[in-house]
Nanobody, 122 residues
Framework: QVQLVESGGASVQAGGSLRLSCAASGDTSRTTYMAWFRQAPGKEREGVAAVIGSYGDTSSAYSVKGRFTISRDAAKNTLYLQMDSLNPEDTGMYYC???????????????WGQGTQVTVSS
């Protein structure tokens, strides 16, 4: 079993930055591949960025390319999402996900955190 705990969500103004963290604990063999998703009210959950390869290869959604960066500290079992140039469309609940399978931006991961809220005002 894997426990994922997100943190770092906040309310910011457009153009601002945030860094989200996701701390993994438990059976970390199930966290080979990790990703960030987000869900806005009334919308489906969408993939934001993912670690897709053993050497840290990443993938990100077109809407966040050049603004969001996913990274991982294996020693700390922690996943990060650096978010820059935030805009109101980035508002939503951000979730961390993990699995032994490289699902990339598909929401098929086996383990999910409870989420952290990001609100961007114009």
């Amino acid at each position: 079993q894997v426990q994922l705990v997100e943190s770092g969500g906040a309310s910011v103004q457009a153009g601002g930055s945030l860094r989200l963290s996701c701390a993994a604990s438990g059976d970390t063999s199930r966290t080979t591949y990790m990703a960030w998703f987000r869900q806005a009210p009334g919308k489906e959950r969408e993939g934001v960025a993912a670690v897709i390869g053993s050497y840290g290869d990443t993938s990100s959604a077109y809407s966040v390319k050049g603004r969001f960066t996913i990274s991982r500290d294996a020693a700390k079992n922690t996943l990060y999402l650096q978010m820059d140039s935030l805009n109101p469309e980035d508002t939503g609940m951000y979730y961390c996900a993990a699995d032994r399978v490289a699902w990339s931006l598909l929401p098929r991961y086996n383990s999910w955190g409870q989420g952290t809220q990001v609100t961007v005002s114009s």
